[in-house]
């Protein structure tokens, strides 16, 4: 059984910083892609940042890009969104997605809210 847990989340004043980590179990972790998506409310599901498998090539959306972080630990399976500056807007529930590039097959955890207000 494929599980993805989310951990980390809450609420958080404007200019503060939260870690968001992903467990994953039931997957050969290391074949994935890793991503953190959030999704607000009223608005569409939105990649925040993704990781690559061995190469650990990472991409941002714009708005994320230089406050948040992305990481894996292999070893661990494990990601982890290391986010700093928060802002307003960062208010969404914050969703983990592995991805298996060759089947075409992915995972989504439970997910985890993010609150940035003051």
């Known amino acids: 059984q494929v599980r993805l847990v989310e951990s980390g989340g809450g609420l958080v004043q404007p200019g503060g910083s939260l870690r968001l980590s992903c467990a994953a179990s039931?997957?050969?972790?290391?074949?994935?892609?890793m991503s953190w998506y959030r999704q607000a409310p009223g608005k569409e599901r939105e990649l925040v940042a993704r990781?690559?498998?061995?190469?650990?090539?990472?991409h941002y959306s714009g708005s994320v890009k230089g406050r948040f972080t992305i990481s894996r630990d292999d070893g661990k399976n494990t990601v982890v969104l290391q986010m700093i500056s928060l802002k307003p807007e960062d208010t969404a529930m914050y969703y983990c997605?592995?991805?298996?590039?060759?089947?075409?097959?992915?995972?989504w955890g439970q997910g985890t809210q993010v609150t940035v207000s003051s």
């Open positions: 990781i690559g498998r061995t190469d650990g090539n990472t």
């Open positions: 039931g997957i050969t972790f290391e074949r994935y892609v």
């Open positions: 997605n592995a991805y298996y590039e060759l089947s075409s097959t992915d995972y």
